[in-house]
């Protein structure tokens, strides 16, 4: 149901030092927010409705982990204000037992970022990430649903070479998902996606991040009709190198992961009509900022 705000980390895509002769890099960060997909994983409207959902998140880090989880930059900060309206509109037709759905996420930033660099703060437009298509899929008896989705992310964020924090990553990127919701009894959930990411090279610093695969979860036990209580998070792992101008990284090339893990509450005052409040704390980070997510999200039918 709440699906890929994809940009959240965009806020320190130049606030990391690399090189001493380089002004700041990617360093392996992603265009798709590890974490953000853990409710109704897998639903999406049915054939011929259209559904808004706001993702708002506010995501603080003081510390950026190294390759054995030190801290390498003294005095590093970053905060992000981050709200990201998406709609997702399901076709009226069907094709044999699927449906087909489409939409597009246009995240707005607020973002501060201090580092040896210098510090930066920018409010402006992300990445936009489109949907052309959604393959969706239910079983007879409603209790598994599941879509796969090849999103693609557009460099439309606001970017300089120059700048500590920008909203954009000046790359285009793929980020197919597979995305599931089983209610193995009335009152369980166990949610899931499957998700990688491609990037292209960034062609103003000829930075590459690799490729990432990570799996958003959640597990939820409802109450009632109304409230559900979770346990959710990621888990993250980098699987190839970063490169500058096509060698890798020095130092295993710059591969980060990640774990996250925390509570969730659900309260939906229609069938799909929601609020979710939900926190997640970041543990055995590599390479990447380590720090805590607070996020509200919400969805409703148009």
């Known amino acids: 149901m709440f699906r890929s705000l994809k940009k959240i980390f965009a806020v320190i895509a130049l606030a990391i030092i690399l090189h001493q002769n380089a002004n700041a890099t990617e360093n392996g960060l992603t265009s798709y927010a590890a974490g953000v997909n853990t409710v109704l994983n897998g639903v999406l409207p049915p054939p011929g409705a259209t559904q808004f959902y706001n993702y708002a998140l506010y995501y603080v880090a003081n510390k950026f982990a190294g390759q054995n989880g030190q801290s390498l930059m003294p005095g590093f900060h970053t905060e992000a204000f981050v709200d990201a309206p998406r709609v997702v509109h399901t076709w009226d037709m069907k094709l044999g037992p699927f449906t087909l759905s489409s939409g597009a996420i246009v995240p707005l930033f607020h973002l501060h970022a201090s580092t040896p660099a210098g510090t930066g703060n920018r409010t402006a437009l992300g990445d936009v990430i489109l949907q052309p298509w959604l393959l969706n899929y239910s079983n007879p008896s409603h209790t598994f649903f599941a879509y796969l989705a090849p999103d693609v992310v557009v460099p439309t964020g606001a970017y300089s070479v120059n ?115 939900k926190y997640q704390h970041e543990i055995a980070v590599r390479n990447r900022p380590q720090g805590e997510r607070l996020w509200v999200e919400l969805c409703f039918p148009i």
């Open 163 to 277: 700048r500590v924090a920008n909203t954009g990553l000046n790359r285009y990127a793929l980020a197919p998902s597979l995305n599931m919701t089983w209610f193995p009894a009335s009152a369980w959930e166990i949610s899931m996606t499957a998700w990688f990411e491609f990037s292209s090279p960034n062609n103003a610093t000829h930075y590459h991040s690799g490729a990432v695969a990570a799996v958003d979860y959640l597990l939820g036990y409802s109450l009632n009709h109304a409230f559900q209580l979770g346990l959710q998070g990621y888990l993250l792992k980098q699987f190839t190198d970063d490169t500058v101008n096509g060698s890798p990284v020095p130092g295993g090339g710059f591969r980060g992961q990640a774990v996250a893990i925390g509570p969730q509450l659900r309260y939906m005052w229609a069938p799909a009509a929601g609020i979710v409040l």
